[in-house]
């Protein structure tokens, strides 16, 4: 019977169009899966946990796939990194049961979103973090966030485009921290619209611009009128961060 | 009269062959005159607080220029940015005394070398750390360093090709810490010599592997003999990370 492999990399995403599989751009899961095949020699597509957009970073990601080859399972990270580019990097690799799958058996996602908040722009933060030159205070903004916890209707919280029909999430927690220059949003729930992250962070520092009033998020979610929310912040500053499976299936 | 004007800047070292201005090969010395040129349109050659290696970044670094140009101090970092490519960013600018001089009025440096210590590599820190994948013992390593403090001779620590005769530094302070997979010196002193902060980041890893005694490098520093110390640790490590000055011309 074949294997059912899960494998955990981490990517830079500033030279990908997303993860998922394009006719005429450059994506992860293309690099993953010529990786894969380079080792396994069988015609795999691995399958992802979810998609990213283009220049979207993951410090945690998940893909699976079925082999009938006999690898050993702890020299597979190794073996795939070896035909991966330096942006893309494979650091666990373990079996799971047969009906687990990367996507649906995901039952929680956490991610970050990294703001450079300095008046000028930082190397080593280019493509990997929003430049905000105005001064943003991370304890209004932690305030104002918590707002988000808890079950509701996102639809205001969603780019157009989106087939998805339920657009019920729930907020497990949520939490914007400072370290000097960095100010850092953190949030995990069960799932995450289309460019969900990325409103929240462009509605909050619609708030800390004074263009959005204090205590109005839950209205505003209640609302569920993308046009009342803030913008869609860019996609650099975004780090899907940890993904959950559930009992056997944990990551 | 000319004012004479020091800038403080970043870079990301990993496509630039060191600071100091090559016939044959990308600097940013080079790049830095470039956009200092097409800001005040006069033959200036910035004067840089050191030399860097090939690889070796900067979050802080000095250089100064004199113009006569009324192009306001607090006006030029922005100005200078405009032309240079991202991964040199210039942070601040001020006038100096007409005596002051980038590279002969620094009264010493901070460097810090990051290893990236985990089995696999991280996408995130290429050409940003050392990827180092044994376990290294922090503690151990932090107490070794403290060898190093105070006055020496470093002839020991200093790779053939220098022309510096006076190889006597004073290390101010010197330490070793870890967050998370991250291992970090920091290393302050009145100066260093060529490649002397990735020999001794080469000799505490040989100390850490048991290939140099605990307890041996106050000894391997008296021999003066490069042999006994560890090898040149990477380049990709090491960040110029304050650059210190007298009195007034403080940074």
Redesign the interface.
């Known amino acids: 019977m074949s294997r059912n492999i899960l494998l955990t990399l981490?990517?830079?995403g500033s030279g990908y169009h997303g993860w998922q599989l394009q006719n005429n751009a450059l994506t992860v899961q293309q690099k993953m899966n010529e990786a894969v095949n380079a080792v396994f020699h069988e015609d795999v597509n691995v399958c992802g946990c979810s998609r990213t957009d283009t220049g979207v970073?993951a410090?945690m990601f998940c893909c699976s796939f079925r082999t009938n080859k006999e690898i050993a399972v702890e020299r597979i990270?190794?073996a795939v990194?070896y035909y991966l580019p330096?942006?893309?990097?494979?650091?666990g690799a373990r079996l799971v049961p047969q009906s687990f799958h990367a996507r649906f058996s995901c039952i929680g996602k956490e991610y970050l979103y990294q703001i450079y908040n300095?008046?000028?722009?930082?190397?080593?933060f280019?493509q990997?973090a929003l430049l905000y030159p105005y001064y943003l205070d991370e304890t209004l903004l932690n305030r104002e966030a918590q707002s988000f916890l808890g079950k509701h209707d996102f639809s205001g919280f969603c780019s157009a485009g989106s087939e998805v029909i339920d657009r019920i999430r729930t907020i497990r927690s949520v939490g914007v921290s400072r370290e000097d220059n960095v100010v850092t949003l953190r949030i995990s729930g069960d799932g995450f619209l289309y460019n969900m992250v990325r409103i929240i962070v462009g509605t909050l520092i619609s708030v800390n611009e004074g263009k959005i009033p204090q205590g109005s998020i839950p209205e505003i979610i209640d609302s569920r009128d993308r046009l009342r929310a803030g913008i869609t912040a860019p996609a650099q500053g975004l780090y899907l961060n940890k993904v959950f499976y559930n009992g056997e299936d944990r990551t």
Chains 1, 2 share one sequence.
Do not use: I, M
């Open positions: 981490r990517y830079d970073h410090n990270p190794d990194n330096k942006d893309v990097s494979v650091y300095d008046r000028y722009r930082n190397p080593f280019e990997r």
